[in-house]
């Protein structure tokens, strides 16, 4: 994991409350994403990890938050209507339509209005960049979870969002389709995009990471980097993934 936050600011959320049957579950005072930086975000089940990504996505509502888009500092509301195109969030377990992967991936094309040409050409070039194209004819359905995960990806990719929100990318895989979907993750990162992960599994994708926080009783606190050693301990056990 690099210390690298450099990256153009996004988005920011300050203040953002939250609350869950009554009770109190995010109280965060600011979170940035820059372009082309990874965030993770760890804490323990029922931290909210989850939820803060739905906040973010603009799937769930916060009892509160300003949010700067851009450098444009609007309510939640207000600047969801300008960035939601921009954000999308892939839930842990993706839902997939009961069609072919190159329809699966088109979907988001076709409901934005992109002529249908260019739809195929853009679900030819994502299939390709994802190495999915022997994949293209098969039902979605079929495939195992780790082909799933990168059909989702894919999906994702071919929108060109600015900020992709990872909710557990890697959990309950095998290590074949572990390492193919962190390589897609780190495609996506080298080509400007911002990433947020959680993840209970942070050895897959800690060498991705430029920030780690830890949501903790509904506050974020930042994690420092590990020892030069062990960061590299950690990349000889995913295969030399740096």
Excluded at 136 to 164: C, D, F, I, M, Y
Excluded at 185 to 204: C, D, N, W, Y
């Amino acid at each position: 994991m690099t210390a690298r936050d450099d990256g153009p600011l996004l988005l920011e959320f300050f203040d953002l409350y939250k609350t869950m049957g009554g009770q109190p579950l995010l109280d965060i005072e600011r979170l940035a994403i820059r372009a082309g930086t990874c965030t993770l975000l760890s804490g323990k089940n029922g931290a909210g990890k989850t939820t803060l990504l739905k906040v973010v996505a603009g799937l769930e509502p916060p009892d509160r938050a300003r949010v700067a888009w851009h450098g444009r500092t609007l309510s939640w509301r207000r600047a969801l209507r300008q960035y939601r195109r921009h954000v999308v969030y892939l839930h842990q377990y993706p839902y997939l339509f009961d069609c072919s992967v190159s329809d699966n991936i088109a979907y988001g094309l076709r409901q934005t209005g992109v002529p249908r040409a260019v739809v195929e050409r853009k679900v030819s070039d994502a299939l390709q960049w994802a190495g999915l194209s022997h994949l293209a004819a098969r039902n979605a359905r079929e495939l195992s979870g780790g082909e799933k995960q990168r059909v989702a990806l894919t999906r994702a990719w071919v929108l060109s969002p600015e900020v992709l929100l990872l909710d557990e990318p890697v959990a309950s895989m095998d290590q074949d389709a572990r390492e193919q979907t962190v390589h897609l993750i780190r495609r996506f990162k080298s080509e400007g995009m911002a990433l947020v992960i959680t993840s209970h599994e942070l050895q897959p994708i800690l060498p991705l990471g430029d920030v780690h926080l830890r949501l903790d009783e509904g506050r974020l606190q930042p994690v420092p980097p590990p020892p030069p050693q062990a960061a590299r301990i950690v990349d000889i056990r995913q295969g030399g993934l740096r």
